[in-house]
């Protein structure tokens, strides 16, 4: 399969715990989203990574997350200090794009977050 | 501000039936994007379409199509002769250049389709 996959795929933790999300895009894409879904909701996007370097991000994105794509290839999303809000879905995108304007952007299966 | 607003929650027919889904977006850009995409329960988000602000063209893509009205602001995706496996969850997005990459998605429309 060389979709965009996601691992772990379903994280239960304590609140107050760090996680941490992997994300493996398809290869030959340069750019990279990951995007938070809870219960009834559209997808809400949190940060977008062209190449290795961070461009945007949300104002979702409080100070206890953190995304890093380290070498334009793969990309990890850790929350520390994790609160019951946290618990959504995260999804990673990826797509190839140059210059301005959204693409078709590729999906993984998301990675379930539960905190307790 | 961008928005976009799917005003049916949930939509349920027998197969065959025709169905649109609504879709109408707020933006201040003349330049953007709008996308829909859907949800299988199995829940990886699939693309369906992208259309940019300038073609107002309607598409036809097998039993899908769309329908775009910039005077309205809208966005509509029709499916023609519905089947069980077109259920799912259908989501519109906008994307507005000048505002980055970000696409922002409506809260979706559950469709349910009957045999």
């Known amino acids: 399969d060389t979709g965009v996959s996601q691992d772990p795929r379903h994280k239960i933790t304590k609140r107050g715990q760090n996680v941490t999300f992997r994300c493996d895009p398809i290869?030959?894409?340069?750019?990279l989203y990951w995007y938070r879904q809870t219960l009834g909701q559209g997808p809400e996007f949190l940060t977008y990574f062209q190449n290795e370097a961070q461009l945007e991000k949300s104002r979702l994105l409080s100070d206890r997350f953190s995304a890093e794509r380290p070498k334009g290839s793969f990309s990890t999303l850790e929350i520390q200090r994790t609160e019951q809000g946290d618990s959504a879905m995260y999804l990673c995108?990826?797509?190839f794009g140059q210059g301005s304007g959204t693409g078709e952007l590729f999906f993984g299966e998301g990675s379930r977050l539960t905190v307790l | 501000a961008q928005k976009v607003t799917q005003a049916q929650t949930e939509i349920s027919v027998v197969e065959k039936e025709d169905v649109t889904l609504d879709c109408v977006y707020e933006t201040r850009d003349t330049t953007y994007y709008l996308f829909w995409y859907k949800q299988p329960p199995s829940g990886e988000l699939v693309f369906l379409i992208r259309?940019?602000?300038?073609?107002?063209q309607n598409e036809i893509s097998g039993r899908y199509s769309w329908n775009f009205q910039k005077s309205t602001s809208s966005f509509n995706f029709t499916i023609t002769a519905s089947q069980v496996v077109d259920s799912a969850v259908y989501f519109c997005a906008l994307s507005e250049v000048q505002a980055g990459t970000a696409l922002i998605f409506g809260k979706g429309t559950t469709l349910s389709v009957s045999s």
């Open positions: 995108a990826s797509s």
């Open positions: 259309r940019n602000s300038f073609d107002e």
């Open positions: 290869s030959e894409h340069n750019r």
